[in-house]
């Protein structure tokens, strides 16, 4: 049967829903609160560097396969960009000691046995120490499956984790390092080549998307912010978007793809993460190209990774909350120093930009993952879709992309 679906929110979730319901025939009616679609994955133009930036640099892997499958379904796979190879360079800033970690392609991890591509100063049997984590109850923090020190820990570990969950690894959810241990790590190279949206995120994973959907005669409305649902029984039937009211008929479905907070806002009595983790990111306007790694890990720094990007060197810091009251122009001086010590780059401080995202994730403590719900509600025809529902990942792209097309999976199963 085909049914009008009415998705709220124009985020990665939203616009992954709304894609597959478009594709399979649906009449789809999208409406976003903001002037522009992609949420919290989004590019925009900067005066201070004169350059479309992302708000923040998003990694991807090539074993994230909702988003690659949704990638291919807006016809920009080959957008996101990387090395042929599962490949991360590292740098030290105190020792200055430089590495590449070289997974094979296959899932048994010979790398391990290879000096020359696992971490230095590591051994082989120091890896199985990661495997406490793939039976970890979603209660338990990730310092109560794993020692959280050592050469393995600060160089690698804590890195990937830190990245994924956007929190200080120890006080992360066992459970969902597990899963992005058993869907990068355990899946071998084959799954954990780095994918970037080299072109920006927009063009990449958002503009394309509203083409297609407008192309099949879906709607898409921006700066239409959804105030309030009304009910009849167990059904939404109708959406207010300020003085606009929108029936919603008896074979229509609603799809919420906002985030947690205001998603309970719209629907009181919903459980939902009530903490946030930020993230920093740093753009660096530079004229030459370099040779620098596609990503650069770096540790004992303030800087974790940098991304280099025509004209520019972005840096990305999680678990930023300590950084987000901090003086931006110090903070700039400061990152760029260390840009310059971890890529070799010299130079006066160019033309800069700090974005920080206050509300960049859900912190991904074990308590807060316990408060995901599912993507189906009291109300039979209004489904949840965002990167806070209960995805089984950390707040991502992947997770997020997912969300949406389980959301769409609900429509498709109803009779
Ligand atoms: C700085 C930063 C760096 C990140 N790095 C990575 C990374 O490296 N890799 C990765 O996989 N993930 C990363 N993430 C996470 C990723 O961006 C998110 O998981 C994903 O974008 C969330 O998408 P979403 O659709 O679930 O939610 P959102 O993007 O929040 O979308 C929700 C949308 O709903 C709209 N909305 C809200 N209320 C209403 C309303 N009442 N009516 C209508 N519309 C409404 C909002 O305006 C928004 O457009 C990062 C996030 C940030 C902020």
Not at 11 to 32: F, M, P, Q
Not at 334 to 363: D, H, K, M, S, Y
Not at 384 to 407: F, H, N, Q, V, Y
Request: with cysteine; glycine share 8%; proline share 6%.
């Amino acid at each position: 049967m085909q049914r009008t679906i009415h998705v709220i929110g124009a985020g990665v979730s939203g616009l992954a829903a709304a894609v597959k319901l478009a594709n399979a025939g649906h009449r789809v009616h999208l409406h976003e609160a903001t002037p522009l679609a992609g949420g919290r994955c989004r590019s925009f133009y900067d005066a201070a560097t004169d350059l479309t930036i992302d708000n923040g640099n998003h990694l991807l892997l090539s074993g994230n396969h909702h988003a690659l499958a949704y990638a291919r379904s807006i016809g920009t796979e080959a957008g996101l960009q990387g090395p042929k190879a599962a490949e991360f360079a590292f740098v030290d800033l105190e020792t200055q000691k430089r590495w590449m970690v070289r997974l094979n392609r296959g899932p048994i991890p010979f790398w391990i046995f290879r000096n020359s591509r696992r971490v230095p100063g590591t051994r082989a049997f120091d890896y199985l120490a990661l495997m406490p984590l793939l039976r970890a109850k979603n209660s338990e923090r990730i310092d109560q499956r794993i020692a959280c020190k050592g050469t393995l820990y600060e160089r690698l570990v804590r890195p990937l984790l830190l990245a994924a969950l956007n929190i200080e690894p120890p006080e992360g959810s066992a459970g969902l390092a597990g899963a992005i241990v058993r869907e990068t790590l355990l899946a071998g190279g084959g799954a954990c080549r780095p994918l970037v949206a080299r072109d920006g995120l927009s063009a990449v994973l958002v503009e394309p998307a509203i083409a297609l959907l407008k192309s099949k005669g879906a709607t898409v409305t921006f700066e239409h912010e959804l105030h309030k649902i009304s009910t009849n029984g167990d059904r939404v039937a109708a959406l207010t978007f300020g003085n606009d009211t929108v029936p919603v008929g008896a074979d229509d479905v609603v799809i919420f793809a906002v985030p947690a907070k205001q998603a309970t806002t719209l629907l009181p009595g919903l459980k939902a993460p009530t903490e946030f983790s930020s993230i920093l990111n740093a753009h660096f306007r530079v004229e030459t190209a370099m040779k620098i790694p596609p990503i650069l890990g770096v540790v004992n720094g303030l800087v974790e990774w940098i991304f280099p990007f025509p004209h520019r060197l972005s840096v990305t810091i999680s678990g930023a909350d300590r950084l987000m009251n901090e003086p931006r122009d110090e903070l700039a001086r400061a990152i760029w120093q260390e840009v310059c010590a971890a890529t070799g780059v010299q130079g006066n401080l160019p033309p800069w930009q700090i974005v920080r995202e206050r509300r960049a994730t859900f912190a991904a403590t074990p308590e807060q993952d316990a408060l995901r719900p599912g993507p189906v509600t009291a109300l039979n025809n209004l489904f949840l879709a965002g990167d806070w529902t209960a995805t089984g990942l950390p707040s991502t792209i992947e997770g997020s992309i997912r969300s949406g097309d389980r959301a769409a999976d609900c429509v498709f199963k109803m009779s």
